[in-house]
């Protein structure tokens, strides 16, 4: 464990340390401090000595370094060091000033491992972790900070020594395009896993980056405007807990500020979120700095409490590239309008953490990484991720009488991931496909059927899915699809820069087509945002039966599409890629139509939007796409079928709809049809519309995005050989209309507000309070064996801090025949008081066991004293009530198995 990172029973002075000075123009804690003097000098006269794994912000010898550093520095080297640099190599970066030794941050992207951007760098291969969601469904602390360990240690061998992560933030509706990135709707599961993933960052030289600071719940609208309209009780129980636990169980050296505003001010410019509940309420001691190009403006952002300006601005009242903390920062300091006493506080927020968790005497350097042993515990990591969300009459596991398997699915044969700042090149991969035929015994037949199209960010569009492949044929000669002539001219003029075919009409690009964000299907030729000044498709149309049909194009530019050369559908620039254009057009079934598309990027947004097109269609009755079809046939001969399913998710958008793109739920239902033995597998970034689908099939495993060796981590639960033990950290609904956000003013918002209406009611606690049905519920996971509960217990007994626990024990058997293991879920009920309303069911505490066959323990789970509390907006902080509070222990927030209740009294409160 590195020096300096967490408390081991720190001894009594360290209490006593007033390491904490107001924030704002104030600065941090000195070595100047009379108190933190006093407390050192008595503690010397009495012998006593300070612990070297005590808080890296609780010691004052790196307190008193931090600040001889500060004063040695000039205004503009303390102006340098609170803004950003653009660097090839770091997406975040600051560089160093070596006349007083202060090293560079060298900051890598880091939700589900280490995004390298410096090519010279292990040829940018890291580990490839299951998404942090996936980390979530282990509701595992332990491994937690395991994940974070094996994350900062990679990060420190490639170079880095700020690692971007955790998010922390709360997945409040299912579309959410960065929902893979976050540890679910729960703030306590969330801000306990957070907690433990900085802890094991920060066990190495390298500062955790808790993200992203406050209320980041969608991606539409993020950065031109979306503002979320919240209560302040909301604020502070729900979005800002999962912060207050990650700050004081993890003590993460810097944070992040998202892109949103919030109540109408600009998270990273917002006194209220960083100064007064970041700061004070929360007591964070590191240093702010804003997510790229998230900085709205100067002097107001600087005296809110920002840090440190990340580049890359390109608001529209400013322009790209605006830096807001370079030269207008040191002419607002000349000016007075920002004391010098403020950019103090902000340098030495960041030469704390630099100087004591080790930046200064311990320099990253590339070393090799430990590849084998990494990938195994991705692998192990994976298992433990994956929720069997059903198992029906035996499906699963597979014995050794299967002889045969189908695998179908696109993305079968490879592994799937996340797009955006989280994407990372694997240092291995082992598919699905590859896990299963690595598995099975001898004389086993394994085969893979596509089924459908390959998946790409065009996917992220609205409207009906593109026409598939099957009905299109190539201009080109060269089989199903179209031909695609990609332009540097905006009127499709001269030689196309690119000419190829492509399986369906869809771009999406802009953000999602950077190098190194998009996580597109391989199968898909790779599509970027070079030659999009105006593209041209260009193939035959095939009818499957004969009608109506309702062609659809999605697109934010000037396009027209035609049948015969006659033309059928134009649309003119909108800006919006959400609009959706449709024209009804009669066709002949087996008949062909010469099909042209012609787009220009002309957005409003300019080219740098990226190109959106898309050109889908509505048959006149329901059609079973040869690919589907043959996938059906595959299942027919084979004794067990696996469809494995993916979604697109990623930065910089949400999706559409909670259902899974290009007619993979009709490709299920065909297979489910064709044998009875199917199983589903879910490769997807969270919640996944599964109503319209699964009661058809055996069995369906949810697992993530489970990072490089997903294949082996799935093949190991299909064939039993790994026990399934995972349990949601969402709640799946029937469908997006079936949620407690599902009122357009709430989601994607009434403009560009965000209407958090439901208050407190958010995710299984919403489901709950207004009787909605989920499909599958939050904490929900079978596995291959039976637990039984018995003889609950609640009692208050004295913490080891000389206060009081509530604790909530319970007996555990494993009542079947495999080893197993357990998540022990305690929920209380409503609170017992009238001043407030409260949820039904609310998590409290948990805690995991791992049992053999016909084995029983005891499991003692402590709670969580907010989830016993609300926040009193008169008093601005937690309120206990006093009375008796129900106490629920389950395994399932609707799968209850012992109740009992608490008498909180006065005492217990005090």
Known sequence: MHPRTRRAGAPAVLAALALTLPVGAASAATDDDPAVETAVTEALQEGRSFPSDFWWDESPDDTARARAILRQMTLDEKVNMMHGELNNFFGFYNGPIERLGIPALTMADGPAGVRIANPNVNDKLSTQLPSPLALAATWDEELAEEYGRLAGDEAFRTGHNVLLSPAVDIARIGQAGRAFEGFGEDPLLSGVLGAAEVRGIQSNPVIADLKHYNVYTQEQNRLIGGNVVIDERTLQEIYTRPFDIGVRDGRPGSAMCSFNAVNGTPACSNDELLNRILKQQLDFQGWVMSDYGATPNTVPAVLAGLDQEMPGNFTPEQGPGTCNFCGPLLDAVRAGQVPVSRIDDAVLRILRPMVALGLFDNPPSVQPLPEEANSATARALSERASVLLKNDAGALPLGANVGSIAVIGADADVVVQGGGSSLVNPTRTISPLQGIQDRVGAGVTVTHTAGGDPVTSATLLQGPDAIPSDFLTSALGDGAGVRVEYFDSSDLSGTPAVDRTEPYVGINGGFY?????????????????????????TGTLTAPVTGTYELAVTTNGTSTVYLDDQPVLTTGPSGDPAVVTTAPVDLVAGQTYALRAEYTNDSPGGTDAGAAFRLGW?????????????????????????????????????????????????????????????????????????????????????????????????????????????????????????????????????????????????????????????????????????????????????????????????????????????????????????????????????????????????????????????????????????????????????????????????????
């Open 618 to 910: 509505t048959p006149p009755e329901p059609v079973v796409t040869p690919q589907a079809q043959a996938a059906a046939q595959a299942a027919r001969s084979a004794q067990a079928a696996v469809v494995v399913v993916r979604d697109y998710s990623s930065e910089g958008g949400d999706k559409p709809s909670l259902d899974l793109p290009n007619g993979q739920a009709e490709l299920i239902r065909q297979v489910a049809a064709a044998n009875l033995r199917t199983i589903v597998v879910l490769e997807v970034g969270g919640a996944v519309q599964t109503s319209d689908w699964d009661a058809g099939v055996g069995a369906v495993l949810h697992n993530w995005f489970g990072g490089q060796e997903q294949g082996a981590a799935i093949a190991g639960i299909l064939f039993g050989d790994v026990n399934p033990s995972g349990r949601l950290p969402i709640t799946i609904p029937v469908d997006e209309a079936s949620t407690p956000v599902s009122d357009p003013s709430q989601y994607p918002g009434d403009g560009f507000d965000q209407q958090f209406s439901e208050g407190i009611f958010v995710g299984y606690r919403g489901f709950a309070e207004r009787g909605i049905t989920p499909q599958y519920a939050f904490g929900h996971g079978l596995s291959y064996t039976t637990y039984e509960y018995s003889r609950l217990r609640t009692a208050a007994v004295a913490g080891e801090d000389g206060g009081t626990q509530l604790q909530a024990t319970v007996d555990v058997t494993n009542t079947g025949t495999v080893a197993g293991t357990e998540t022990v879920q305690v929920y209380v009920g409503n609170l017992p008081t009238r001043r407030v309303s409260s949820a039904p069911v609310s998590l409290a505490g948990f805690e995991t066991v791992t049992l053999a066959p016909g084995e029983r323990q005891r499991v003692t789970v402590t709670l969580s004293p907010e989830s016993l509390s609300y926040w009193d907006v008169d008093l601005d902080e937690w309120r206990t009530p006093t009375g008796r509070i129900p106490v629920l222990v389950g395994a399932a927030s609707d799968d209850i198995r012992l109740r009992g209740s608490m008498a909180i009294s006065d005492a217990l409160v005090r």
């Open 513 to 537: 087509l950077f190098e190194g964000l998009n996580s597109q299907s391989p199968h898909f030729p790779l599509q970027t945002n070079e030659h999009t000044a105006s593209i041209r498709w």
